[in-house]
């Protein structure tokens, strides 16, 4: 009676078009659940996020849930979750993404689940780091370790999501450094993001990990973007 009542006064909101949500929905509706635009990277070694890191740093696999388009069902989602505190919207992609990525051979190897972090002074401001919850769940549907202490973000910057191209890009490698023991040798490092744009960031994060010798770097996020 109590949860009828509030719920009739504070309804629950869907995450990817924000209308109400029904008794038997959570977090995202249906109708969200059935369009959501899913890229099947999983199935293809060679997938066009594995394809963006060429060139630029040795990656073992790359892939990601779903494709962001701007005013999108997606964007609403990451928006709500980075920006909105909608933290179980990672914990919610992590668990569904979890279940095709135990398909992937690759992936077998995983030693540790490293998320990308934020500087200190931005994870002040924002409460959290987005990505956490997605980590988290991924680490318990695939029963890896996480660790969010190895690799640190040593400089703040304003949010990526407002700089241009060059911008994003531009002393990025010199961001991150990682914290390792020798127990950190020779360990296969699934690193996890919310967003592959250019992948600069993720590229300075997997040249800081490969600082530790013996270690190779595989790659999830929950979205990525058409440019």
Not at 29 to 57: M, S, W
Not at 94 to 123: F, M
Not at 181 to 207: M, P, R, W, Y
Request: net charge positive; with cysteine.
């Amino acid at each position: 009676m109590f949860k009828s009542l509030i719920n009739l006064f504070f309804p629950k909101t869907c995450s990817g078009c924000n209308n109400n949500l029904t008794a038997n929905e959570t977090i995202i509706c249906t109708i969200c659940r059935h369009d959501i635009p899913l890229t099947n990277h999983y199935l293809n070694q060679e997938n066009e996020a594995f394809k963006k890191f060429y060139g630029r740093v040795a990656v073992r696999h790359v892939s990601c849930f779903v494709y962001f388009h701007k005013k999108g069902i997606v964007q609403e989602m990451i928006h709500n979750l980075k920006y909105r505190g909608h933290e179980e919207v990672g914990t919610l992609l992590g668990n569904w993404y979890a279940e095709d990525l135990k398909k992937v051979s690759e992936l077998s190897t995983v030693d540790c689940i490293i998320p990308v972090p934020l500087h200190k002074r931005k994870l002040r401001e924002r409460g959290y780091n987005q990505v956490t919850n997605f980590a988290l769940a991924l680490s318990q549907q695939l029963s890896l370790p996480y660790d969010d202490t190895l690799l640190i973000r040593k400089v703040y910057s304003k949010t990526q999501s407002k700089k241009n191209l060059l911008g994003r890009t531009e002393g990025i490698q010199s961001t991150f450094d990682v914290n390792y023991s020798e127990q950190d040798h020779n360990k296969h490092f699934l690193l996890i993001d919310d967003v592959i744009t250019t992948g600069a960031t993720l590229e300075a994060c997997s040249k800081a990990l490969l600082k530790i010798p013996g270690a190779s770097i595989s790659i999830v996020c929950m979205a990525m973007t058409d440019s």
